[in-house]
C-alpha cells in the first residue's frame, strides 16, 4: 500500500510538471468590496469635476482633498461595523449608515477648509452635486452589490436571535418573535441546566456556556435576546441568571422575556398565537454605542473644539514639559464601550515615577506638580481626550471612564455594583450628567459610587442630543466653580 500510494504520488507530480500552473486570482471578501464601492461612490463626482474643469495646478489639491474625505468616509462606517458580513447583508440600514458618515466626514472637512482660509472650495460646482447626488450613489451602489453577492451567496445571513433557557423551549417561540417582528432564524441557544442533554431537542445551535454567548453576541450582529421564564429560575442558579442579564446590558441588543402561557389557554387561542408572549426588558429607546446621530454629533463638535483648543493645548504642552522629567502626554488603560479596554490621553499632571502604582488621586495629593493642579483644577488636561473621541474610543458626553483597578471601599468599581457595568452600554465621556452634578474626584465610599452610578444611568435612560448640547453647556460653570477637583 505504502509502494501504491508512493507511485501515484509520484506520478501525479510528473503529470502536474507537465502542465501549465493555473493560478486563480485571488477572491475578493464582500467587506473589501463594500468599502471599494463606498470609496467610489464619494470619490465619483469631485474626481470627475476635478478632471473636466480644473487647471493643473489646484487638480493635485483638490484630488488629495477629496481622496482624503471618501477615505475617512470609509474608515468612519468601518468603526460603526459597516463592513461586517453580517450587517452588509441588510442594505437598507447599512447605506443609512454610510450617508450618515458621509455627510459627518464632509461638515467635519468642509468647515476645516473654511476655518483655514480655504472657502473656495464651498463655491466649486461639484461641491453642492458631491452633497445632493452621492447618497444616491452610495445607495445605488450598494444595492446593486448586495443583490449580486446575495445572488452569488457570497453573503451570509443575518445573524438572527439568542435564546436562554432553563431546559427546554419549543417551537412556538418563532411564532412569538414574528409577532414582535424579529427575526425567526435562531442563532444559538444556552440551556442554563446541568440536567439538559446536549443535542437533544429541536434543532437550533446550541451553545455551551454563558462566555461563547457573550463572546457570539460581542463578534456577530445580534439584535435580540430572549430569556425564557422557567420556576426554576426564581430560586435556583438565581445569582447566575441576574449576573448574565447585567453582562447583556453592556452590548447594543434589545432583551426580551418569554413567558410560557399554554397552560392557561385554550386550545383553541393556543393554536392562533402559539404559547409564548414576550415582553421587552430593554428595546431600542435605549442609548447605545453603536448610535449613528451620537457619533455625527461627536465628530463634528470635537474636530472644531480641537482645532480651537489647539494654541491652549500646547502651551500647556509646554508647561508640562518644564514641570519636570517626563512624557507630556499621560496614557493609561481604561475601561470602554462593552467593557473593552482603550488607552485614554491625557496631559501629565503628577511627577513621573514609573514604578509608581496606580492610585486615584486625592486632596493634597504630593504627587501632582504645580502646573499639574492648576491643569486638573481647570480640566485642561482632559482636552486631550477630544483626540480619543474622533479615533472612536470616547463621546463628548458620558459616562467617565475609569480605569479597571480603580476601588471604593477595596472593591474594584466592576464588583462592588451589579449594574455599574450597564454603563459601558455607551461610549465614556469628557464631561457627563454626573460630572456637571459635582459627582467628580476621588470615591471614598460606597455611597459615592452608587450617586455616581445613578447619573450615568439616568442619563443612558434618557439620552437625547439635547441632553448632550445642554451637558455641553453646564460644563464651563461648573469646572469654573468646582472644589473637589484635585
Known amino acids: 500500500m505504502a509502494e501504491l500510494h508512493a507511485s501515484v504520488g509520484g506520478d501525479h507530480g510528473q503529470l502536474c510538471a507537465n502542465q501549465p500552473e ?57 468603526s460603526h461595523g ?16 454610510a450617508i450618515n458618515c458621509f455627510f459627518a466626514t464632509s ?9 483655514l482660509g480655504h472657502a473656495h472650495i464651498l463655491s466649486q460646482p461639484w461641491t453642492i452635486a458631491d452633497l445632493i447626488v452621492t447618497p444616491f450613489a452610495l445607495g445605488s451602489a450598494r444595492s446593486i452589490l448586495a443583490n449580486k453577492l446575495t445572488t452569488g451567496d457570497s453573503l451570509r445571513p443575518a445573524s438572527g436571535s439568542l435564546v436562554v433557557c432553563y431546559d427546554y423551549c419549543s417551537r412556538d417561540m418563532i411564532g412569538a418573535l414574528s409577532e ?22 429541536l434543532n437550533w445551535p446550541e451553545i455551551p456556556s454563558i462566555q461563547a454567548l457573550l463572546k457570539t453576541i460581542h463578534t456577530t450582529n445580534i439584535q435580540d435576546v430572549i430569556f425564557v421564564h422557567h420556576p426554576e429560575l426564581d430560586g435556583f442558579a438565581a445569582t447566575l441568571h441576574q449576573e448574565l442579564l447585567s453582562d447583556l446590558l453592556v452590548y447594543p441588543a434589545r432583551i426580551w422575556m418569554a413567558f410560557d402561557i399554554a397552560p392557561n389557554l385554550p386550545a383553541l387561542l393556543k393554536d392562533r398565537s402559539g404559547s409564548y ?7 431600542d429607546s435605549l442609548v447605545s454605542s453603536l448610535n449613528v446621530t451620537k ?16 494654541p491652549v ?66 480640566s485642561l488636561d482632559e482636552l486631550l481626550q477630544l483626540v480619543n473621541v474622533i479615533k472612536g474610543d470616547m463621546s463628548l458626553v458620558g459616562p467617565r471612564p475609569h480605569a479597571p483597578e480603580t476601588q471604593v471601599e477595596g472593591i474594584t468599581f466592576e464588583n462592588a455594583l451589579r449594574l455599574y457595568r450597564l454603563r459601558h452600554r455607551v461610549k465614556p465621556g469628557i464631561t457627563g450628567l454626573a460630572q456637571i452634578r459635582g459627582q467628580r474626584g476621588e470615591t471614598k465610599v460606597l455611597s459615592m459610587l452608587e450617586q455616581r452610578l445613578a447619573s450615568d444611568l439616568e442619563y ?27
Open 22 to 78: 493555473i493560478v486563480k486570482p485571488p477572491k475578493l471578501s464582500a467587506s473589501i468590496m463594500f468599502r471599494i464601492a463606498d470609496f467610489s461612490a464619494v470619490l465619483a463626482i469631485p474626481l470627475a469635476g476635478s478632471l473636466l474643469r480644473q487647471s493643473t495646478e489646484n487638480l493635485g489639491r483638490n484630488l488629495c482633498f477629496w481622496t482624503l474625505l471618501a477615505f475617512i468616509t470609509v474608515m468612519l462606517v468601518a
Open 82 to 97: 459597516g463592513y461586517r458580513t453580517n450587517q452588509i447583508a441588510a442594505p437598507r440600514k447599512q447605506t443609512g449608515l
Open 107 to 115: 461638515f467635519t472637512m468642509l468647515s476645516l477648509s473654511v476655518l
Open 180 to 201: 414582535h417582528q424579529i427575526s425567526s432564524q435562531i442563532a444559538g441557544i444556552l440551556y442554563l441546566s446541568r440536567k439538559h442533554v446536549p443535542g437533544s431537542s
Open 277 to 283: 408572549k414576550l415582553v421587552p426588558i430593554v428595546t
Open 295 to 310: 457619533r455625527v454629533f461627536d465628530l463634528a463638535v470635537a474636530t472644531t473644539l480641537l482645532i480651537v483648543a489647539a
Open 313 to 378: 493645548l500646547l502651551l500647556s504642552a509646554c508647561f508640562v514639559r518644564m514641570s519636570g522629567p517626563g512624557p507630556v502626554i499621560f496614557r493609561q488603560s481604561r475601561t470602554g464601550a462593552h467593557g473593552q479596554q482603550f488607552t485614554v490621553l491625557k496631559l501629565r499632571t503628577m511627577a513621573y515615577d514609573p514604578d509608581q502604582p496606580f492610585a486615584q488621586a486625592q486632596h493634597h495629593d504630593s504627587r501632582v506638580t504645580t502646573i499639574g493642579h492648576f491643569l486638573r483644577r481647570t
Open 460 to 486: 443612558i435612560q434618557s439620552w437625547s442630543l439635547w441632553l448632550d448640547i445642554s451637558i455641553m453647556f453646564h460644563t464651563l460653570p461648573v469646572l469654573l466653580t468646582q472644589t473637589n477637583a484635585w
